[in-house]
């Protein structure tokens, strides 16, 4: 019995759903928000950690990841009693490594000057023929687990004239419209990322996929990414309603109106579906939003740094 | 119709429902936060406000609040269509007037060093006989309205080894307590507040009501009440298993934890109960524990000096 693993609807965390009218009001318009801040592992990574973790037959796992997905997949294998490594620059915070060693995950530390990310997984993985490589973000694994996020939306049954949802790699909002329409729910769903990384709203204009030069340096780390992952783009192309594209200063703006209006502890990228409504508050006055909130994981010292000083 | 309020189960926000492997791995125990930071107005008042205003037949209401219990009165307020008058004191902080007027309640500031809340109150009753003067937290329909959380709590049907809450004018806890007792639960209910305000742990073990000397200064300024109320009292001389008395740097730990740990924005006075956990493991070590967050409104560059600086 300790061989079958736990569904993916069990082991994960349901969505928190916050309703807040000073934000609300603040935002004119009618904001529900998904939050996955408090899902295991602090973001909804963990959603599709999990889900290829359970999923593939190989006991080892192998991933690059300094940020969410590394922590989320070291807690996937641990619940699931497989071992992962994950690698990650030597220059990452302190804590995000702690955090992967605590789930037990191991951590290959690598100096990015000279050698890259995907060159030390080929190098472990050629050591490790058995281990499962793992892509954060581009995966139909990846995708299911997401789903189940779209589902819950669908699931709560209230009338929404959009969903927003933050996009790096697309893995979160490819999921949510997968489990969003697998329910039957045809609902909008707007992707929202940076001014300094919109490879998402060039590729949506432009009907293909273009990605950034290089990892764009926005205040959302978590959607850093050089362009939408094939298997998100091919949903996203179809079913995506719109790319809203939000500047630095309302990302910060949003993940401090977040923290003082709704009491709700964001990451700059969780905060990116409410700078879509700063952005455009015309578009959205009024109107039912579901705002994906993606995760929360911030050191308390950058939380600080980025939301007192404006 | 719309002279007919909302039930109180219908009005308030259910508590939120958080567990977090990397909080309760590190506080030794298993712990389950019951967190209120998401309830309309951000704390557990507003449950006892609701049922105050929702309650009495008069249509204007004065009460004394620096704190949470103003802005949720002017939020239930709202809802019932009926005014309110918050006095506050002149140096109360300007985001919490804002709140207040925010929900359309009437801001009546006072110079605390020429006359007393109290007096400004009877003040102002003398001169509208037809309004109702309300406690923020010693009065029947107070505890009525907390002891929704406690129904909450009960309806998780979860096994919990004690209950922990913080404890100031005695609302919360006897209203928890009222809840549980009212589903049949017969869970401990442990009370936990300051060194600094112990006069709840006094009379505890004095076995009859004590008081403090003066508004006690602690870094929970939920919890900075003389006594205990009366009606609380009874409640609590009967019920309560336990009073855990926590130091100014637990708590301040503990809000750090929350924050750092589970995502979670809680007030230094919201974070007591996890500060019970800090100050004595030993009691609680690898037991299911439920710890009540009461709110989490605190100003953004409050909370940072509080936290930032541990």
């Not at 490589?133 to 209230?158: F, K, M, N, T």
Request: one cysteine or more.
């Amino acid at each position: 019995v300790s061989n079958v693993p736990l569904p993916l609807r069990d082991a994960v965390r349901p969505t928190t759903w916050i309703e807040s009218t000073r934000l609300s009001r603040r935002l004119g318009a009618n904001v529900t928000i998904a939050s996955e801040t408090f899902q295991r592992t602090g973001s909804f990574k963990f959603r599709a950690a999990y889900n290829v973790a359970a999923s593939v037959p190989q006991l080892r796992i192998i991933t690059a990841s300094s940020g969410n997905f590394g922590q989320a997949l070291a807690c996937a294998c641990q619940l699931l009693d497989k071992s992962c490594t994950i690698v990650m620059p030597e220059t990452s915070a302190r804590v995000k490594v702690n955090a992967v060693r605590e789930f037990g995950g191991v951590v290959d530390l690598i100096d990015v000057t000279k050698i890259t990310r995907k060159a030390r997984v080929e190098q472990l993985a050629s050591k490790d023929p058995d281990a499962f490589v793992a892509s954060a973000y581009d995966h139909p694994l990846v995708i299911e687990g997401s789903a189940s996020l779209g589902v819950e939306i669908a699931e709560r049954g209230q009338r929404f004239d959009c969903v927003l949802a933050p996009l790096g790699g697309g893995g979160l909002t490819a999921g949510v419209i997968t489990g969003l329409r697998k329910s039957g729910n045809s609902v909008s769903v707007i992707a929202v990322e940076p001014v300094l990384a919109n490879d998402g709203a060039r590729s949506f204009r432009a009907g293909q996929l273009l990605a950034n030069e290089s990892e764009p340096q926005t205040v959302a780390d978590g959607v850093r990414t050089i362009s939408i992952g094939q298997h998100n783009w091919k949903i996203l192309q179809k079913e995506l309603a719109d790319v809203i594209e939000v500047t630095e200063e309302h990302i910060i703006e949003s993940t401090r109106l977040l923290f003082d209006h709704a009491n709700l502890k964001a990451e700059p990228t969780g905060a990116l579906a409410i700078a879509a409504l700063l952005s455009a508050p015309d578009r959205f006055r009024g109107r039912n939003i579901c705002c994906v909130i993606s995760g929360g994981n911030v050191d308390p010292e950058v939380f600080f740094r980025i939301v007192a000083t404006h």
